[in-house]
């Protein structure tokens, strides 16, 4: 089964509202990758976060890696109707993914 | 379109029936990827391919499960006597094969979705 867990597993907002999705792991995390899939799509990657503490941006979209390196967040700012869809977090571990449950983004107009 | 292709897209099954799936990844990647996702799950992962070398297969991959990368280019993914469990997202990612700690970025087909009735 997977190892790391994902929270909230759906969240629905309305557009114009901000919207966090968090990834626990027991374990340290070598590194942490996090990918979108819309609906009925495949996951499209977004980032990698290898550095404990980091933070990247990407225009809306903000990714921080724990100073344990146990858990990561995504945080979009003004979510927008096109922000819809699954977003996962993953450990890249030996060339493969360990993907997290995924949460699931419903915005409304 | 270059990106990776899989084939067919959807597969209708009766249960105790084999199916065979493929995926043809990016020309230039080394390594190519099968993952299984099931609804409200991310994806789990089955196996993975250094050109024609399989180097890992999960223990989610039973022995109904096979695949096959003979030339070190596309692949496929087999089933055989099919069970409703199987029913599932069968995902394929390729990536160029970059060691050496660099980030090796899996790029994901579109997937084959079988239903096992």
């Known amino acids: 089964g997977q190892q790391v867990m994902q929270i909230p597993q759906y969240q629905h907002v309305q557009e114009g509202e901000d919207f966090t999705t968090y990834c626990n792991s027991s374990?340290?995390?070598?590194?942490i990758q996090w990918y979108k899939q819309r609906p009925g799509g495949h996951p499209v990657f977004l980032i990698q976060?290898?550095?404990?503490?980091e933070v990247k941006k990407q225009k809306r979209l903000t990714f921080q890696f724990g100073e344990a390196k146990k858990n990561s967040s995504l945080h979009i700012t003004a979510t927008q109707t096109t922000d819809v869809g699954t977003y996962c977090c993953?450990?890249?571990?030996?060339?493969?993914?360990?993907f997290g449950t995924g949460t699931r983004l419903q915005v409304f107009p | 379109d270059t990106g990776v292709s899989q084939d067919p897209r959807h597969k209708i099954t009766k249960r105790g029936q084999n199916v065979t799936f493929r995926c043809d990844p990016i020309s230039e990647h080394n390594r190519l990827y099968w993952y299984r996702q099931t609804l409200g799950q991310g994806p789990e992962f089955l196996t993975y391919f250094q050109n024609e070398a399989q180097l890992e297969k999960s223990r989610l991959l039973s022995d109904r499960f096979s695949a096959e990368r003979p030339k070190g280019s596309f692949s496929t993914l087999e089933i055989q006597r099919t069970e409703q469990g199987d029913s599932a997202m069968y995902l394929c990612?390729?990536?160029?094969?970059?060691?050496?700690?660099?980030?090796?970025?899996?790029?994901f087909g579109p997937g084959t979705r079988l239903t096992v009735l």
């Open positions: 976060l290898v550095k404990s503490g």
């Open positions: 993953a450990e890249g571990n030996t060339d493969k993914l360990i």
């Open positions: 374990t340290t995390l070598s590194n």
């Open positions: 990612a390729s990536s160029l094969g970059i060691s050496g700690g660099e980030l090796d970025t899996q790029y």
